[in-house]
Every structure is written in C-alpha cells, then in structure tokens.
C-alpha cells in the first residue's frame, strides 16, 4: 500500500463517524487475501494436534490402549489428561467441571480422551482412529424432557424472577391455560472452525493464536493448563472466521492443548478439528423445553404468568448460568407482565456442554414469551398483533420488568406502528385470507413480531474494557483494543470513531490484531457489547492524546485552548492550520507523550441477582419484524415470500454494517427456528453434525422480498458512543416472526380457531404434523 | 505408453507432478504444497463451498470452466484441466476484478471466511450470464454457506456486477483458445499410472482401457466426480487405492439421443444431463435444481449416483419410474439390466468384479404419459432427500392404464411401490382410487427414522405426494411451491 496522502482541504474526513465505511478487511476478504490462523505460515517444524474423541455417552474409563496410535506413522506424541502440567481444567465458571482431556470418566458422547500430535494434521487424524478405549457405561440422558427440573442434577444455581403474585393473578383471572414448548438448540457453524496454533517461546513463554472471541480468558485457561502466571502467555487473534458466541468459551480446549504440546514438544503445534469433530465436541445454543401458565381477559390482557425454563446444560455448567439467567431476563419480551414468576432449571444432560450463541439465552426466554401471545391469541379470537399491542410496555406506567428494572427508553409503539403501516400488516392479512380461502394445498400466513433486548452483560464486572492508542511521528495512528473481529465489523467502528477524535482519515488509523500483551483483563466480545465497550475506551485513549496535544498547542502558540481546533487532517492553531502530522511532530519533539490507555466502564449498572432486582441492563435495543410464507400442507415444506424489518441502532456508526448485522442476524434467527435441526440418537450421538446433515439458510432460503430499514429517529438515550447502540445480537430475534407466520398459515386450517402450538425449529415434518393435528383437531 | 505424472495448469502455471497420492485432494494441494491459502476449507465435505475453485475442461474441443468443490476433488482427477484459484483475480494492475469489488461495494462480507468461495462461484456466473436473473443467481449461490451476511448483500451484488466489467474482456475469455490449444497439448493420448499399492492411482487413457485396467485390477475404486468417494477419505479416512479416475474418459460422456429414448454415459454430470434429460423431460429441470449446488452438480455424476447404489441417490427413482436400462461392461463385454434390478440391497448391487457401469438409457415419457418428480427435503436447496416420489401414469378416458412409481429415502434402496401401482391401474382415476393407492403405500415400505426425518413423516408425505399427483392431474392450481415462475 502507498502511504495515505491526507487531503488538507477537506470539509469532512474519510471514514468518519455516521458513514457507511466498508468492513476494513472487504477487499482481502474477496482476494483470499486475508489471513485466518489456518492460512499463517507456519514456524519451521510445526507439529499437529487432533483430538480423540468418547465414543459413548457416559461412562468410566477403564481402559486406554493407545500402543497403536503412538506407533502410528508420523506420530510424535499422544497426550492424555495426565499429561497436563497445570490444571486440568478449563471450566469458564469457576466449578472445576470441565476437563480439557477427561480421564476417570466421559460425560457425553465426543468429549475429548486423548491428543494426538504428528508430523501432519492427516496423521494425527489417522492415528486417533486407532485407539482402544474400554468403558463401563452408565445410564445417561440427553433429553430435559425426561428430566424432572426439581429434582434432578443442575449444573448451576437456578434463578428465580418474581414480581407481584403471579400465581394469584393467573387464578383471579377470567381466562387462564397452560402448556409447554419445545425450542431447539443451534450449532454456530462459523465458516471457520476452531483452531489454535501454539508458538513456545524461552522461561515458560508461550504465544497462541486462537480464534478466540475471549483472548483474556484462553491466556488464563493456558496458564491454568501450563502451571505457569498468566504473564508468560499471550493470545493473539486478528480475525475469526465468525463466533456468534461459539467462540467465547469453546476455543479455550484447543488453546490449551496446542500449548501443552507446544511447550512440552518445544515445537509449534497447531490444532484444527474437522468440521464434524468441531460440531460434536464442541457447545451450541442451550434447548430448552419451556412450561408456561398464563392469566389473560377476553379482552388479550395478560394478567400473570408462571414460566418455567428448563433447559439442556450439557455436562458442565461453562456458560449455563448467565445464559439461562438471560433467558428469564427475556421472558417478558415487550410485554409488560402485571404479576409474573419465572424460574430457570440449568439441568445436567449427557451432551455436550451448551454455551454462548448470539442472544445468549434471550432468543429462547422471548419465544417463550411469544408462544403465550399466541396462546392468548387463539383463545380469545383475537388477532396476534393486537394481543400484542395491548400488552407492550408503556412509558410512564406498567413499564418495570420482571427483575424490577424500569424501561425507559421504551419506543415500541413507534416502531410497530411505524411497520405495522409500511408493510401494510392489515391489508395483506386479508389479502392472505382471501388467497387461503382458494387455496387447497398452499396456505399463506403472516406475523409482526417484536424485539426489546437488554444491552450489558449482566455479570456487572465484565461491563469494562481497555483501549491502546499510539501516534506516530507521521501522524499515523496505531489502534489496538481488547476487542475481536469476527466479522461484525468492530475493528471497523472503532477506528471510525478514533478516526474522527482525531478528525484524521480513518485510512491513517492502522488496526491492529488483538492481543493480550497490549491491552490487559479485557471481557469476551460478546453481549453485543463490543463497540459500546471498545468504541469507548479509544475514545478515551484518542481523546487523552488530543487533550496534550491541544494543551501542547496552547502553549507553544501561546493561544487558548479553545482556539486549538482539530479541523479534517489538519488543526487550525489561531489563525493557521497545519497539517496533523505536522503537529504531531512538533509535539513529539517537545516530549509529548503520543500514546495512551484508554478505559471504559459501564454507568448506571447493577444487579443483585440474590434479590433478583437490579438495572442489569445500561438500555434496551428495539426492533420489530412482520413475515410471510407460504407453507405447502402436503409435506409441510414452506417458503418466506416476503419481511419487513424496521430496527433501531441509535444514531448508528455505520449505517452498512448495522444493517448488515440485521440483515445476517435475522437470517441466523430464521434458521434457528425453521431447518436448522440437532438429532440425537438413541446411543447419544449428535447425528446433525456437518453441513450435509445440519442445514442452515441458503441463499434462496432468503425472503423473496426483504425491505430492512434502520429507525434512525432513535439515538440512544444513554451516553454511549456518539450515541449509538448494540447491534450484534437483537436482530438475532426478528426471526421470531418467520416461526409465527408459519404458526398463523398452519392455524388457517382450522380457520385459526386452534394454537398450532408450534415448536422450534419448525421443520417441514413439525409443520406437516401441525396442520395435521389442526385438521383432525377441528374435524372432531 | 503409461506416463507417470499428472500434467494441468494451474492459474498460468504449468504443473507436472510424479508424487500424487490416489487420495490427494486439490484443496490440500494448494493450501499446504502450493501455500495458496485464499482456497479455504470449510467442510471437508463438498457442502459450504468454502473451497470452491474453478476447473476448465475440454468438452467436445470447447473450454468450459465449472465451478467445483476443491476439498473433495482430488488431485489426480485434473489431469489435462485448468485450475483457477482466487489468487487469479487480481489485474495485472492490482485492482480488483469485476466481481470481487461489486462484493466490496455491496458489502458482501463480514468474517470473510466463506467470501473467496463466493468470488469464485460468482466469478463461474458472471461469466456464463453478466446479468443474471435473481432465480439464476439463487441457483448459483446453492453450494455456498454464508453465516454472517444473510446472503442480501452478496445478491445484491450480483445483480450489479454487470456493470463492473464486461465479461468478454476477462482473462479467462481473452486467453480462451490459448488455454484450449495449452489443455489439448496436455492431452497425449496415453494412461497414466502412478505409484503401487496403496499410492497406486491410474487414468486410463480411452474406455477400452478403462475396461482392460479394470480386469486386471477390479478390486480398484473407480472415480469420477468424487462427491461421495471424497468423503470416503476426508471424512472416514478410507484407504482407497488402488484408485482408477474415469472423470476423463470422453467417451463415457457421451450423450446419445433419438425420438424414443436418451442413453448417458457413465460420466454425464448432472449438469451435463440439463441439456439431454432436463431439455427433454421439464420434471428433469426442478429436479436437478434440487441435487446439490453447482459445484456437486458439476462433478457428481448420474452414473456414480446409481453405481453408488445408495438409497437416497435422487436419479434412481425417477429412472426407474421411466423404465431405464443400464448397461454395465466388463472387458470386451456388456450386458444390460433393468435399472431396478440393479439395486439387490442396501450397499449391494448387481455389478460384478471388475464391472463397472458404462451407461444408462432412459426412455423417455410416451406422449400422454405424466410424469412427476418430487423431492421432499429439510432445507429446500442443497439437501439429501427425505423422502422422493417419481410417478409415470398413463391416464386415459379417465382410466390409469400403467403406472411406474419409484420412491427413494423410503427403503433399503430405491424402489418401486408395486403395491400402489397395483391398486391404481386399471381403475378409475378418482379420489377413491387415489385413497386406496395411499393406503398401500404402507405394504410397500416400512421407511426408517433418522436425522433427516420420522418414519412417520417419511410415510405421510410420500402418501401426500400421490395426492399431489392426484390434485396435479386433476387441474388443480397451486399445489406445489415455486419461489419462481420457470423460466
């Protein structure tokens, strides 16, 4: 790249704030040029790891002959659990429940025995096919269904949310029902796997690369892992091939087993697990298996509800606890619940450990609450989305949640109306009826769908994050923060907002991979946090600069501070404007310092989850979805003709990027809840473990018409970064609407007068099996 | 003359290598000996088209460049062909290439993982149609994953990218009959024949001596488009050698066609089959639409989906509903079979040692006749069928007068459903005929549950799918759904 040649003139910068900037890496993502883990050029002598999986579903160990594998060609080690000089574990909670290589016994089938390192990444593959493991197998469970939540094993303390006398209220109420849902998990499926390469260094040094959503947590879990202080590990990770939360936790096994190796073997050792062992080794979004009653009045008002959220775990508690904790902080959705108590169960399965998935339990809390709108639609004859209306939020009144935190910042009603007109809901519902009404097989049905979704991570201390700026004598500017790309286009948005502290082309400011040698202690990139976190502490750092530099200025021009103005690439110093650069180097030459840390904390915040009571959340993000599909009731087949997504990001950073999210997010919302299917079998394997047989959306998956359209009347209320919000996970949930238009064309064939009851994901085969259950239903 | 060494292009680059491994995929090849790591792996198993690169072939004296899953192509299959990686793009310049900077404008990537595979599927689109229609560019993009964007933008720049550049001025058009007369310098007219053992790996030169390597070595594994052989190796680390790799043996690409019937030989990809089945028989078009995305549809094959024998191959149904003979040839010798028999039980099929399937003939439908083919699936797009019903009736004066119906996904192998045949010829062709055939299904098969779908499910749709059938003959509208008015 030539150097950037900053134009003196200009009226604006390049890249500022509020612009549509493209992602940073767009132009080597189309060329291949841009480099994953997997495409570094590996260290002279780099060895390769691969993982021997358990082959039942839980079980003692008693017996591992790995003579064979040790002999096979190319191999170099095999390492079990034993072999592990720290710890062996890498429970992200604290609870010791996770082993990197199980040793006594297996808790699910896939999890880890061995590690076998090789020459070649085909060796090693080869050579794990040939271990002989013995084991005395246990009875084991897969299904929370066969689970009695109050009595069977938990692998974390469950939460209760109480406000008012839910059940009280469901008993005075006129109209009441009860029942359950079912909703699936999801597999991540990042386009790029997990994967570690481990470089070990002198002392107990060692560098991993892991695409890692959490580099902070990997130095930790290595150091466990190695017996060694968390200063002799650094993690560095430039860009991930996706997480959506798959990355949070989960790269920690890999990380820790390339350094064990590496440091033992004194080569680089890299691990990267077929894509079919990635899928049954590693978390996935938690199902769960929700019990609801409501309380209601002919006239759709809900008047309480008792949840219970019961929810596959897996073997070890990773992120069960705050994951399931979001569930019930979603349980109200957009709704205000007069009298409402919901209680989590986190139940043990023997499964592989559920774990962080964009939403992070909030998408499975709000299809709960969204299943009970249907419910209270169909009893009452009402149409969803008035039952809806009737029971959002208001702004000065019936606006606290169910952990008794206020919304205020509640525009629910705008928004809904807002797409409620522009996709025209009253006039194509019954434009649908009079379609189903001619139609035999093909059945149309439509759904406007809300999302209200908390923005902070409710573990208070995580809400906190560390920026690292340096300026150069060129003015260049260096950028590093403790957040991670993995696509969402951070890297992007933060140097968009460096770019314009410094009023400097954000061509000027260089992005530089995240690495726990630079910036310390930092949180996951996760709770679509990462910009209001990031974006914050470079402010910071950048603002820190500019503060010494115009003091600089100030002095050296014997002029007040206010007539130091940082102008597009140049600053006007009374009366002359010179070059940034240019001051810069005045002020490096006068012994300014040019680079600081920056850092953030999250105002406002606090939740006391012993009460159950608090403002976890610093605000909410709001959007609203309405879909249409067409369903064939012969095989239950279906197709989305047409969405409609009206989403609010605050005064968006950047306009293409948040929609992007939106866009992507609703897509991956969609297929949670439609062909993306996890089966287990009845020895425990997950049998939906590879493209071929977990299917996510396609391309002609899409809807047919898509309209996405930012609300940019909001900016947000809070002091977050020029006013903007989170966009990562909330339009995760505008999927919801797809489910609930398959719901409303399934329940035209008993002419809506029967809740289809729907369960996610809705399949062809569910959708078939409701219209059928519908038709036998309204026959009899 | 044998020769010892696998001779393509790769990019400009001309390539000749003695050490191939029989199992060597393209993908390792360019990741790990050619350090060309913009070809990413995904899947390792041909379905999220992270790896797709182009291969360019000489068909009939014509180059066509296709579009293919480098993780399970292997490497001893592109003898004679042009590979062309996204490292290719770039102008001499450095700018991007018409298609790459349409994707940078619409903000078609986020991680950017899946991209180059995108590029390249576009790339192979942009070439056969600039300005393609938004069905044409769905179709186009069934082989590739994209988790981030949601695939709006990625559509979004196709439908612009004609006006990045013109096609005709590509490189891959300028240099066309360059390349060709490179690619038919390649071709030398002789076998090649590599290694021993288990690194043993041979092209034969001609179907003769396909049929004579065959004899002398049948317990070789035969390969020609590789989408289910790949995974044998990527996926299950299957020793494979001796491996005999026919995808160039012209003649078995052969596609004969008179007023009654079309035979296909063995290597007919289906993409191929658009231009003989497809342009023949519309029921053809929407089904190979629905057989993987373009990358397996250019390498798979319709006579490895029936060599293959499995029971959810989406060719076998159809053709046996259609009566289709299959001629199978060992040595200087060939017999021909009923494609039905053909299929004895699950991974068992009529083909002896040193066998190998030379061809398919297809009678097509007698005028009159209706024939249907449904696939029922998850995901509509790129899955393995759950259940697939393929109906030929003949219906006159309100009579059924035969009736051929195949199902796959329902039993051990594909098969026909006598029992619904049974109940329906010769009788009226009303609703209660139509009931009485349903309810036969049920002696027919006894389908299992798994992954992709109940045994319940699986027995009610393929009922469903003779209602369908019913509805369809008897003028019923809208009875299927289309995302798309056939063009």
Redesign the interface.
């Given at each position: 790249m030539t150097r950037h040649q900053p134009n003196l003139t200009a009226e604006k910068i390049v890249g500022g704030v509020a612009t549509d900037t493209r992602h940073d890496s767009a132009h080597k993502h189309v060329t291949g040029e841009a480099v994953y883990i997997d495409d570094m050029a590996e260290p002279a002598g780099t060895l390769h790891a691969c993982l021997g999986l358990s082959t039942v579903a839980h079980g003692k160990i008693i017996g591992m002959d790995l003579t064979a594998v040790r002999a096979a060609p190319g191999v170099v080690e095999v390492l079990t659990g034993h072999d592990v000089p720290g710890e062996n574990d890498i429970s992200p909670s604290g609870r010791h429940d996770e082993p990197i290589l199980a040793t006594e016994k297996v808790e699910f089938f896939g999890q880890p025995i061995f590690a076998v390192i090789a020459e070649t990444r085909e060796a090693a593959r080869r050579a794990c096919a040939k271990a002989k493991v013995t084991y005395e197998e246990l009875p084991f469970v897969t299904d929370v269904g066969a689970l009695d939540p109050a009595s069977d094993k938990l692998v974390t303390e469950p939460l209760t949310l109480k406000r008012g006398e839910a059940a009280e209220a469901i008993a005075a109420a006129p109209r009441r029902l009860k029942g359950s849902m079912r909703i699936g998990g999801q597999d991540h499926f990042y386009l790029e796997g997990h994967i570690a390469m481990a470089v070990p260094g002198e002392d107990d040094d060692v560098t991993v690369y892991s695409s890692t959503q959490h580099p902070s947590e990997v130095q930790h879990m290595v150091a466990h892992a190695l017996g060694t202080s968390s200063h002799s590990v650094t993690v560095e990770i430039r860009r991930m091939g996706g997480g959506f939360g798959g990355k949070e936790t989960q790269g920690n096994q890999f990380a820790a087993i390339a350094a064990i190796a590496a440091k033992k073997l004194k080569r680089a050792v890299k691990i990267r697990p077929d894509r079919d062992d990635d899928m049954i080794a590693t978390g996935k979004r938690h199902d769960f298996l929700v019990d609801y009653e409501v309380g209601f009045d002919e006239a759709g008002n809900i008047l309480g509800v008792d949840y219970l959220y019961a929810a596959r775990c897996g073997f070890s508690s990773d992120l069960s606890g705050p994951v399931t904790d979001r569930a019930l902080f979603h349980c109200d959705n957009a709704y205000f619940l007069p009298a409402v108590k919901a209680v989590s169960a986190p139940l043990y399965t023997n499964t592989v450990s559920n774990t962080a998935f964009r939403g992070f339990g909030g998408p499975q809390g709000m299809v709960g609450m969204e299943r009970v709108i249907d419910e209270v639609a169909f009893a009452t004859g009402l149409d969803p989305l008035d039952v809806r209306k009737r029971n959002f939020y208001g702004t000065d009144e019936r606006n606290v949640t169910p952990y008794h935190q206020t919304v205020e910042d509640n525009i629910l009603d705008r928004i809904v109306g807002e797409l409620e007109k522009s996709a025209d809901y009253a006039g194509r519902r019954e434009a649908i009826a009079a379609f189903n009404a001619g139609s035999k097989i093909i059945k149309r049905g439509i759904a406007l769908t809300p999302v209200k979704f908390g923005i902070s991570f409710t573990a208070t201390h995580f809400n906190q994050a560390g920026a690292l700026v340096h300026v150069y004598t060129d003015g260049s500017v260096h950028l590093n923060h403790g957040g991670t790309e993995m696509g969402q286009g951070l890297y992007v948005k933060v140097a968009q907002v460096v770019a314009e502290e410094f009023q400097i082309d954000a061509s000027n400011v260089k992005i530089t991979a995240t690495t726990t040698g630079k910036v310390p202690n930092t949180s996951a990139t996760a709770a679509s946090s990462g910009t209001d976190l990031n974006g914050m502490a470079a402010q910071n750092a950048a603002r820190q600069i500019k503060d010494r530099l115009t003091a600089f200025a100030a002095e050296k021009y014997d002029l007040p501070a206010e007539q130091i103005v940082f102008l597009p690439n140049r600053v006007r110093i009374g009366n002359q404007e010179i070059p940034f650069g240019d001051l810069v180097k005045q002020a490096y030459m006068a012994r300014i310092q040019l680079s600081a840390a920056g850092f953030y904390k999250t105002p406002k915040i606090h939740w006391d989850r012993d009460a159950g009571s608090g403002r976890p959340f610093y605000y909410y993000a709001y959007g609203a979805a309405c879909a249409e599909v067409s369903i064939d009731t012969l095989t239950g087949e279906y197709m989305v003709d047409r969405v409609d997504i009206l989403h609010e990001t605050g005064r968006s950073l950047n306009r293409a990027i948040d929609i992007g999210q939106i866009e992507g997010g609703f897509i991956q919302g969609m297929g949670w809840l439609t062909t993306e299917e996890l089966v287990w079998d009845d020895r425990g394997r997950l049998r939906t473990h590879a493209p071929s047989t977990y299917k996510i959306p396609l391309a002609s998956d899409r809807p047919k018409i898509f309209n996405v359209t930012l609300a940019d009347w909001v900016e947000n209320d809070e002091e977050t970064v020029h006013k903007s919000k989170a966009v990562g996970e909330p339009p995760f949930m505008l999927g919801m609407s797809v489910l609930h238009a398959l719901s409303d064309a399934v329940a035209s064939v008993a002419d809506h007068r029967i809740c289809p009851r729907l369960d996610a994901p809705a399949t062809p085969e569910r959708v078939l099996m409701a219209v059928e259950r519908l038709k036998r239903e309204a026959s009899s | 003359m044998a020769r010892s060494e696998i001779r393509f292009i790769l990019n400009g680059e001309d390539i000749a290598l003695s050490a191939v491994r029989p199992d060597e995929t393209l993908l390792?090849f360019l990741?790990l000996r050619r350090?060309l790591?913009?070809?990413?792996?995904?899947?390792?198993?041909g379905?999220?088209g992270?790896c797709t690169v182009l291969v360019g072939r000489l068909a009939d004296g014509e180059l066509v460049y296709e579009g293919v899953n480098a993780c399970i192509r292997f490497l001893g299959s592109l003898d004679g062909s042009h590979v062309v990686?996204?490292?290719h793009?770039?102008r001499p310049d450095g700018s991007?290439h018409p298609v790459?900077?349409a994707?940078?404008?619409f903000?078609?990537?986020?991680?950017?993982?899946?991209?180059?595979g995108f590029?390249m599927s576009l790339y192979a689109l942009w070439m056969r149609e600039p300005a393609p229609s938004d069905a044409a560019?769905?179709?186009a993009?069934?082989g590739?994953?994209?988790?981030?964007?949601?695939?709006?933008?990625?559509?979004k720049a196709a439908r612009a990218f004609d006006t990045y550049g013109d096609a005709a001025s590509d490189p891959l058009a300028t240099e066309r009959t360059e390349m060709a007369r490179r690619l038919a310098d390649l071709r030398d007219g002789s076998r090649v024949e590599i290694g021993e053992g288990k690194d043993r790996l041979v092209v034969p030169s001609s179907l003769d001596d396909l049929a004579d390597i065959l004899e002398a070595e049948p317990k070789a594994t035969i390969v020609s488009g590789s989408t289910d052989v790949g995974l044998w190796v990527?996926?299950h680390?299957r020793d494979i050698a001796p491996v005999v790799f026919i995808g160039g043996v012209e003649e078995l690409r052969t596609v004969i066609e008179d007023e009654t019937s079309i035979t296909l030989g063995a290597n007919v990809s289906y993409t191929d089959a658009y231009r003989s089945l497809g342009a023949r028989i519309p029921a053809w078009r929407s089904l190979l639409d629905r057989i993987g995305g373009d990358q397996v549809r250019n390498m798979g094959t319709i006579g490895g989906n029936i060599a293959n024998g499995s029971p959810i191959g989406d060719t076998p149904p159809p053709l046996i509903a259609l009566g289709a003979t299959l001629t199978l040839r060992k040595g200087a010798k060939t017999r021909d079979l009923p494609l039905e028999d053909f299929f004895i039980d699950y991974g068992k099929q009529d083909r002896g040692s040193g066998e190998f399937v030379q061809s398919v003939t297809v009678p097509l439908p007698k005028p009159g006749a209706i024939y249907r083919v449904?696939k029922?699936?998850?995901?509509?797009?790129?899955?393995?069928t759950?259940v697939l019903g393929a109906f030929h009736l003949e219906i006159e004066g309100g009579r059924c007068v035969s009736a051929r119906i195949a199902y796959g996904g329902m039993a051990a192998t594909p098969k026909r459903a006598k029992a619904v045949e049974a109940a329906l010829v010769g009788r009226d062709w009303n609703e209660a005929a139509i009931e009485e055939a349903v309810a036969a299904l049920a002696q027919d098969f006894a389908p299992i549950s798994?992954?992709?779908?109940?045994a319940?499910?699986r027995l009610?749709?393929a009922q469903?799918?003779i209602?369908?059938f019913y509805?369809e003959t008897a003028g019923?509208?809208?009875?299927?759904?289309q995302?798309y008015e056939e063009a």
């Open positions: - | 390792d990741r350090s790591r913009g070809t990413k792996e995904g899947c390792a198993e379905d999220c992270a990686t996204v490292e793009l770039r991007l790459q900077q994707m940078v404008d903000h078609g990537s986020q991680c950017g993982f899946c991209t180059p590029v560019i769905e179709k993009l069934q590739n994953l994209c988790r981030c964007t949601g695939y709006e933008p990625i559509v990527t996926k680390m449904h029922v699936t998850k995901r509509r797009d790129e899955d393995i759950a798994d992954m992709r779908a109940s319940e499910y009610l749709a469903n799918l209602r369908r509805l019923e509208e809208r009875v299927t759904l995302r």
